[in-house]
């Protein structure tokens, strides 16, 4: 046993503890016990290092023995029998300055083709990278048998081959991986296939057709769902494999943002008493003899946090409606970047640093993520996303504004009570025309169109603190200063028929005192689907829910 | 407005657009009109930016007026009114350097003391810093009614002063700052308070009594329940902006250190379409006309993506168990931070990667949090947490070594089937006695300890290659290998009474190939509770949820 560290532990035990304390007469002296402690303890620590190594040294032994046995076959080591601790080389790190030498590579097979008996050329792939691995009948070490073996392995099977690398003689256009080849001398099956793949990984890997007809939007339906039926066959795509390696990116740059500016995370409930936020539609939980309802966001308890004295909170986690939408921007769960912050003086310091905090993002994302970028864009043509740079900043419009844009644009101003999604679009695209940005601010919607904790206006009492961000025309944050009167909180709980007493803890937070604060709510897989242009959010999540989908 | 930018744009436009393309005869050349186009951008660009800039200077000359009205009384500013964007201090920023400069603080009153009518001490609070504030009448600037209004402010009311720092002649005992205090010239009420306190902040400072007696452990529930009751108070503690601070810290160091070793952060659904992963108690949630489960942890989304080639994966989410128990380790709702990871020859990769995280964090915590650490310690006592940092590496026994220890303690070896609550108690303080250290590993559990999706030892079918990790005897990690081959799946589900064709989409990841794979599962609150020793999970927990607990 590896682990057998507590038996095998040495019973030299610190001398000091056998001798009289007060060094008697004919004793040694403190000084020397003292010595002779450290002695027996550095000895001690020599033994159990020693004995570690050559426990060390005879498993790897052992599991050289087992490991050399075969040429090719079905994997010996699944189980964790031996450790014979090799060296694993990735496919990415292959170039020509390799030539000659010996690799061990745990890869998938992702295409084979046999020539002749003799011969078989493999593709293998390592996530987003691919080499050319070939194995000819050779004596006392290649065998016919091998050779068919291997051209028998099924696509997408995972194998470990021991190999020698070979310069090219020509770059190798089938992998990404192309001025060397592997001369393979071994290779064995670590997991096979059990049925037949619905989809090739090559396949997937293809661009989608673009929407042009209703033909083509119901054959483009199936074929999304036949990914996210197959979704971790789908996932191994290059695309998607770059796809969440970005989604990964944002939520960093998110927090390492906020972290500077000395926000800290917090993580709050996602199991409420009430169903009371905002009226809307939230899922039930049966809660021992009783029910729960989960968070349609951290809104509540992140307020409470600012009533709390955090000052400046964030929060990624999962928010949950219970809407039965079907749309390309609607999921039931999603990933909810929060923050909220105590203000100084006004709720435009809010917006600035949420300003702030998406141009870090589009700015980290180009300058670190291009190669993903640009792998996506080959499945998912787009135009680079633009955002303004220069010193007149992020366009700010506010809602009387972008309501007189699309009024001018033809739009009838009876029907810009509220801006559709359909007019948001059109407002995107406009904006796009006039100020060649595909992200901007609008500010000062109407106290009609936000819930009950949005702060109004303090000259309009029709308008409020609060303001939408938009990518490409789409909504991707929401956002307000809060109400952190508890009067005036009452007042518009009641006028939105809201029961104050339902939300009880949240309204006292404000009547043990809270600083003025505000905050937003921004949708990751938004997000990541409007940056790369994805065209339908489920695209942007691992595994997405909807009303008619909870699997796989 | 401040975002009347789109109104106020300046309509000059392009010269080249108004000219012939193909410079007519007597026209400009194309340069010239190129260079014509340049300058008129500059131009409007400059004439955005002094509007914004006339406009911001007006916003603010008027926000001076009214911000410079009174001395005392209700704050004018709370609902973003103006922005005379003054500069706020921080309390923690101040200091006998700053003698004779005027700031602006927006601070908690934490207890306000009167000296006849003349003059009135505050003791002002910003989380965990504070200083000391007085008012002394002044012909023309501190009137009577302004120090009668002050003195009358109520504990954990929010103001904001103007004052002038002055060099304090003794260092204030009361306050963390206590080398200078503030005379204040200026304090208007932000946010006061709309009842009375449950307790004061200062009261739920001092710290709770051990458990000693039963009657101590009653009054003690009630303490730690009124807390609870009233998180918002009781978070705004030293002692609780310090865990909080120690829990985001330890996420900071857990991404930082996988982020290193190129694992990617991935968030899988908390929705499942199954309450199947162990048979255990999951929540039941209404999904639209059916039935959803809430996730008990994203072991099954993890494993299929490794089986989608991300390689390596974590994720910090929250994790809800149905169980009906009211242990000081037990919630409803607690945040898992879990990793999985491709293996290439052994579980001890993951362990010992495991191990090395837990290491970063202890280190990380030790080295950068030092001043929250030792807050925390002074309401909860308890030695420094101690693992072993020397090249010996941690400990690692085996169950069966484990079992052994406690049996030759004297714990019948028929009672030790498994390691219940008690006895992990009684092996985490003999492995203290015997090898000094806080934190140590168990392997090899006995299989029919384990989940199903455990992998078998290769060579005694009795035990499993899986790990626990404990934290002052308490168990904060649980892990394994995992099964990957579709038939050894199928066969242990079938063993434990679980359906395969309940969870398909799970199965069927690991028939489309996967590499051997193995992860684990932290408790980020038992973490939290265990380093700090803080004896009761709500502790480390925001807004701690269990059977009975769902407020606030």
């Not at 021991?162 to 192309?178: C, F, H, L, Y």
């Not at 905090?357 to 633009?386: N, S």
């Not at 010193?391 to 844009?405: I, K, N, S, W, Y």
């Not at 409020?464 to 789409?474: L, Q, V």
């Amino acid at each position: 046993m590896a682990d057998a560290e507590g038996t095998k532990q040495p019973t030299v035990e610190p001398v000091a503890e056998e001798q009289p304390a007060d060094g008697g007469e004919k004793g040694p002296s403190k000084n020397e016990l003292k010595k002779r402690a450290k002695e027996a303890d550095k000895a001690k620590k020599a033994a159990e290092k020693a004995a570690k190594q050559a426990e060390l040294a005879a498993q790897k032994a052992a599991a050289e023995v087992d490991y050399a046995e075969a040429y090719y076959g079905k994997d010996p080591l699944n189980q964790s029998q031996a450790r014979p601790c090799h060296h694993y080389t990735k496919i990415a790190d292959l170039n020509s300055n390799l030539d000659g030498q010996d690799v061990i590579i745990r890869a998938r097979v992702q295409a084979s083709r046999a020539q002749g008996n003799k011969m078989v050329f493999l593709n293998l792939r390592q996530q987003t990278d691919s080499v050319q691995a070939l194995l000819i009948v050779t004596p006392e070490t290649v065998s016919k048998q091998m050779v068919k073996w291997a051209a028998s392995l099924q696509t997408e099977a995972i194998v470990r081959v021991e190999a020698t690398v070979k310069k090219s003689p020509e770059i190798i256009q089938s992998a990404t991986v192309g001025d060397v080849e592997l001369h393979v001398n071994k290779i064995f099956l670590i997991s096979g296939l059990d049925g037949r793949l619905p989809f090739t990984v090559e396949d997937a890997n293809r661009p989608e057709t673009e929407i042009a007809s209703t033909e083509e939007v119901q054959y483009k339906r199936v074929l999304l769902d036949t990914r996210l039926n197959n979704r971790v066959i789908d996932l191994r795509t290059q695309t998607n494999q770059a796809v969440f390696k970005l989604q990964s990116a944002i939520c960093h740059l998110f927090r390492d943002h906020l972290d500077n500016l000395g926000f800290i995370e917090i993580h709050t409930p996602k199991l409420q008493g009430a169903a009371t936020e905002s009226g809307a539609s939230v899922f039930k939980v049966g809660y021992f003899k009783g029910s729960a309802f989960l968070a349609q966001s951290p809104q509540l308890a992140k307020q409470m946090a600012i009533a709390a004295d955090f000052e400046r909170v964030y929060e990624i986690g999962p928010v949950f409606r219970a809407e039965n939408s079907f749309t390309h921007r609607h999921m039931t769960e999603f990933m909810g970047l929060d923050l909220e912050m105590a203000i100084e003086e006004h709720y435009h310091e809010v917006m600035e640093t949420l300003d702030n905090l998406f141009k870090h993002m589009f700015t980290g994302l180009r300058q670190k993520y291009r190669k993903e970028i640009e792998v996506v864009r080959k499945a998912f043509p787009a135009d680079e996303f633009k955002w303004r740079e220069g010193p007149e900043g992020t366009l700010r419009l506010t809602f009387r504004q972008a309501v007189d844009m699309l009024v001018e644009d033809g739009v009838p101003r009876e029907n810009l009570d509220d801006i559709d999604t359909e007019n948001e679009k059109r407002l995107g695209a406009l904006v796009k025309a006039k100020y060649d940005t595909d992200y901007f601010i609008i500010d000062k919607f109407p106290m009609a169109l936000r819930p009950f904790y949005t702060m109004p206006d303090p000259e309009d009492p029709t308008l409020s603190n609060s303001y939408d961000f938009f990518m490409r025309g789409e909504e991707i944050l929401s956002g307000a200063q809060r109400i952190h009167d508890p009067a005036l909180l009452i007042e518009k709980m009641k006028e939105k028929g809201i029961d104050p007493e339902s939300m009880q803890s949240y309204v006292d937070a404000f009547r043990m005192g809270c600083p003025p604060h505000g905050g937003g709510g921004i949708g990751l897989e938004r997000v990541v689907m409007l940056f790369l242009k994805l065209n339908n959010i489920r695209r942007a999540s691992l595994f997405p829910r909807d009303p008619r989908r909870l699997e796989p």
